[in-house]
């Protein structure tokens, strides 16, 4: 099985093989789909824990005015939910600007540059070009793109939903 095993499954269902991360259009779809199944569960534990926090008093009285389960998702959870969501995306964000070792690990930034991320840049320039000063220079604007982007997401996502 030289091709591995989702290829033999493919060939043996009469499709083509495919390359998978050797194509420069295949490989950040397949680097990506790895980076969210290493979050989902944490972002999932974050999920649960807000759902847990939100107080069953606003459902009970919710079913006492008789609010259908829609009204109640809408009205109750998704508003107390929102800090939550913010956090989970800025989070998240900051998670997949910083991705290093799973590219490294999976491609190394090829093929042809196609995956090759910020902060794989950053470390070709310090370790493999011993260019420390623009290393350090590429580090300083990756921290202005977070902090911008953080900032840009709190303002638009920000504290609109007040409770309690």
Do not use: C
Request: aromatic share 12%; charged share 10%; glycine share 6%.
């Amino acid at each position: 099985m030289k091709n591995g095993v989702v290829n033999e499954l493919l060939l043996e269902a009469g499709l083509h093989a495919q390359s998978f991360l050797y194509s420069p259009s295949q490989a950040i779809f397949w680097i990506v789909a790895v980076m969210v199944w290493q979050n989902i569960g944490f972002q999932m534990l974050i999920f649960l824990a807000g759902l847990e926090n939100i107080p069953k008093m606003y459902y009970e009285a919710a079913a006492i005015d008789g609010a259908s389960a829609w009204s109640k998702f809408v009205h109750i959870t998704l508003p107390l939910l929102h800090p939550v969501i913010l956090f989970s995306v800025i989070i998240a964000s900051i998670s997949f600007l910083q991705s290093f070792a799973q590219v490294l690990n999976m491609t190394g930034g090829g093929p042809l540059d196609s995956t090759i991320s910020v902060v794989l840049h950053i470390y070709n320039l310090a370790f493999k070009s011993f260019d420390m000063g623009l290393a350090s220079a590429a580090t300083v604007v990756l921290f202005v793109i977070i902090l911008a982007l953080t900032l840009l997401q709190l303002k638009v996502l920000g504290n609109r939903f007040q409770h309690e």
